[in-house]
């Protein structure tokens, strides 16, 4: 995201998400788990995509989550872009990820289902649909528990 859109998500998950859980900062996930073999080729691959533009994207409402709270995401040019790393690994996908995602932003999750509802209810009393700036793309290694980031490419190309 951008500096003003990853300063606001991450507030929000720092104030709600559970702290003994938050061990990556807010995020848009296109993906769950890549083998760490490809990592070279990711890299690549995803400095490719982020020579151009960045994806115009869109916080379109607040979604319950069962035990959380999430801003879907919608923006179809970061779903393309998706698509094309989908078919570069296609072999080598988990079940999840060979589903085409719901983009969002979680900002509270392992809750009750109760705290949920009640976060839910509050976030969606002040909402207005709004754009989200997509500043780059990034991979990460899981470790357990905190993550660790991989690579990172930003977008450089102009609108």
Not at 9 to 38: Q, S, V
Request: aromatic share 8%; proline share 8%; hydrophobic share 45%.
């Amino acid at each position: 995201m951008g500096a003003t859109d990853f300063a606001w998500a991450d507030g929000l998950r720092r104030t709600y998400f559970p702290p003994d859980r938050n061990w990556l900062p807010a995020h848009l996930t296109l993906f769950h788990h890549l083998p760490p073999t490809i990592l070279a080729e990711l890299s690549g691959r995803l400095k490719q995509l982020c020579a151009g533009a960045a994806p115009p994207a869109w916080l379109t409402e607040v979604m319950l989550l069962g035990r959380g709270v999430a801003y879907r995401v919608d923006s179809p040019v970061l779903l393309a872009m998706r698509e094309q790393l989908a078919d570069a690994f296609a072999g080598l996908l988990t079940p999840q990820d060979q589903a085409r995602p719901r983009l969002h932003i979680t900002v509270q999750n392992k809750v009750t289902p109760a705290e949920a509802k009640a976060l839910a209810a509050r976030l969606r009393g002040n909402f207005r649909v709004r754009p989200l700036a997509i500043a780059g793309l990034a991979a990460w290694h899981y470790r357990g528990g905190p993550w660790e980031l991989a690579m990172k490419a930003m977008f450089r190309g102009k609108s």
